[in-house]
């Protein structure tokens, strides 16, 4: 009984975190397309929300990746899970209130290795499926995507570097619609394959799914409309840093940002590997900005960011880790995860009553 | 001793991300670039150069629009 108690919380949480992780990452999908004036905010979101849901049914390698190759399932609990998920959600809110558009991704990842060494040890961690399959990925996607949208914005001004502007930045606002639909595909193909392998893990931890298996449908189905809904609910101030703050962008910018994004996602997708939609994203942006001049980045804004982006996986890791602490002091049944999840809650109410009591934040755009 | 990097697959992604992220963007400027120049081309009155810059930017746009396709079906093969 304690374990299906246990297990319908998992769910629930890790839906609440895919939630946050639309909402937190709409940005990266959005913003491109709304600062340059391609798509209007709301047109630009609902989009995105469409396409992340339907992004969500295209492939599973990514959550095959999350389920088996981090940390060792024989070892995790769903207790374990949940306080993984636990410390990603509160990651995602606290970069969110300061504006950050840091990896949801590695917040998840993050918080579940945490909290697997606070359970059993180091030996719950696969260190060679952490290094190969997250760290150096993440490493080399920035990079990747910064190169790709840098080489492609120079030689995209050679080449239209001489027409009118008027009809170039026509001609560039419609192909973001495409290049903003195909990220936002990435992006749900990429990022609710995480929440579909964490719940996977949950079941398999659980004993209703044998190791190794595919996430069942229900667990799809769910994991797309969670992400779609917190994208279409929109995370405005992190559209507002990805879209103006890091650099004042052109729609030729925004066009070679989102193709260079969209481009390695796709690319990492194909290979199973689960990099951080956020850092290629806003990569691809520091690169679009740089290949044109490079002192029109930001460079104090694009440091702020790449900080969030290191502290993230210890950050998310130390939470999962105090959580499934706190879980523990309550023995091994309901009663621990149940009090976090109302204790989690409490302060994220709190939190928005006080952030509505200073004013709501300024859409961008 | 376990394989810490699928060098290979990693490699193979480099490669992917870039053929398909410059290609794509250049390819898709060459497009906008026709469409201008048809546009000019066509207020100088020069129909041949002007069909021909026109048939440059449809060609281009279909390319952009197949590779966009082709993704699609990569990533979920």
New interface residues.
Partial sequence: MDSDVILVIVVCTALAFDFTNGFHDTANVVATSISTGAARPQVAIGMAALLNFAGAFISISVAATVAQDVVNADAVTPTVVFAGLIGAIAWNLITWSFGLPSSSSHALIGGVVGSSVAAVGFDAVIADGLLGKVLIPALVAPILAFAVAGVAIGLVYRVVGRQRPGLVTRGFRFGQLISGGLLALAHGTNDAQKTMGIITLALVANGTLAAGSDPPLWVIVSAAAAIALGTYSGGWRIIRTTGTRIIKMDAAQGFSAQGAGSAVILASTHFGFPLSTTHVINGGVMGAGAGKRVSAVRWGVAGNIVTAWILTLPAAAAIGALTYGVTAIFGGGALGPVLVTLASLSLVVVAFARRLHRGAPVPAG | M?????TK??L???V???V???G???V??????G???F??LRRNDRPLAAGAAAALAGLSLAV??GA?AF??V????
């Fill in positions: 376990a394989v810490v990097v699928e697959e990693l193979q992604t480099i992917a991300s870039v398909a992220g410059v794509i963007t250049v898709f400027s060459v497009a906008i670039w469409a201008a120049r546009a000019d952009t629009l966009v993704g699609i990569v990533m979920s093969a």
